[in-house]
């Protein structure tokens, strides 16, 4: 006789095949998972997420105030500066108008006019520097970028009396040709020839030495290549330096004076009263001054964009 054979416990046999019915040594009840961290993720995130809605509440909510106060009346403004403009009503903007000293009007002929000869002569002019660093040798241009830095470190403020007095001594006090002049200098060229400098790494070099090599010389170069080459980076210049000329307030009032005339920011301040403020003529005002400088955005944004995205590919 064969002697029986034993199975070990909890293993059946059928059909062939081996099963087993109890618990594996190497296996055992399901853990939940250890949720600590997610559950720190989750209220990271939520924490920057609220961050940033207040960060971005912050910045909207004086723009939200100024844009519906400029269509509101005095005593709603007053009562409930955040309400609605219910009713909505332009009264606001036809008394800014219909002043008689006409200072919205020649506040914004003013203010176009300055910017636009600023931006005329500062386009060119630091384009055409940009060009001429980017062809020079690493130390020179290395020391010509740090003394247009200068230009950038130095605050506006404190150069603001020796450019009064240059001004004077040479007869340009009070004018608006002493006022785009000094426009012109300091941190806004600065600012335009580190932009143009940085976008003019994009350009190959084989474009420039094959145009070197018909004949161009470095001012029909510039003209017909490299200027129109870096048109979203003039965009980019236009728009910063469109805005802070049309925004400057400290230039305006002690280059120009109040005597010469006003630029629509220094119209702003002019129309403050000494002991009481018409809000509603203010805003609306404001709201005057803030629409060209949008319009100007709008139909420039799509080389503005492009220029920043070719900035930070680089």
């Not at 080459?229 to 049309?246: D, M, N, S």
Request: charged letters at 10%.
């Amino acid at each position: 006789m064969s002697a029986p054979t034993t199975r070990p416990a909890g293993i059946t046999k059928s059909a062939g095949t081996a099963k087993s019915t109890g618990p594996s040594p190497s296996t055992g009840p399901a853990r939940p998972a250890r949720s600590g961290g997610s559950v720190r993720g989750n209220v990271r995130g939520r924490s920057h997420l609220v961050g940033a809605w207040l960060i971005t509440l912050a910045f909207i909510l004086p723009v939200y105030v100024a844009f519906v106060s400029a269509f509101k009346k005095q005593d709603q403004i007053v009562s409930n500066p955040a309400a609605p403009p219910i009713p909505f009503t332009f009264d606001n903007i036809a008394d800014a108008l219909s002043r008689p000293d006409h200072l919205v009007q020649a506040g914004l002929l003013n203010s176009i006019m300055v910017t636009t000869a600023t931006l005329v002569i500062l386009v060119p002019l630091s384009s055409m520097l940009a060009f001429y660093i980017s062809e020079r040798t690493p130390r020179v241009k290395g020391a010509l970028l740090a003394v247009f830095a200068l230009g950038l470190m130095v605050p506006p403020q404190v150069v603001l009396l020796p450019i009064v007095t240059l001004l004077r001594s040479i007869g340009l006090a009070n004018s608006y040709a002493g006022l785009i002049l000094s426009n012109v200098g300091g941190g806004y060229l600065s600012f335009a020839v580190f932009v143009y400098v940085g976008f003019l790494r994009t350009i190959p070099r084989e474009v420039i030495e094959a145009a070197r090599m018909d004949g161009a010389g470095d001012l029909r170069l510039w003209w017909r290549i490299v200027f129109p080459v870096v048109r979203p980076a003039t965009a980019t210049v236009g728009i910063f330096l469109g805005l802070w000329v049309w925004n400057d307030f400290l230039n305006p009032q002690f280059i120009l004076g109040p005597l010469q005339g006003q630029t629509i920011t220094t119209g702003i301040y002019v129309s403050l009263g000494a002991y009481s403020t018409d809000y509603s003529q203010l805003f609306g005002i404001m709201f005057l001054a803030a629409v060209i400088p949008v319009v100007g955005y709008l139909v420039s944004q799509r080389e503005f964009i492009h220029g920043l995205m070719s900035g930070a590919s680089k």
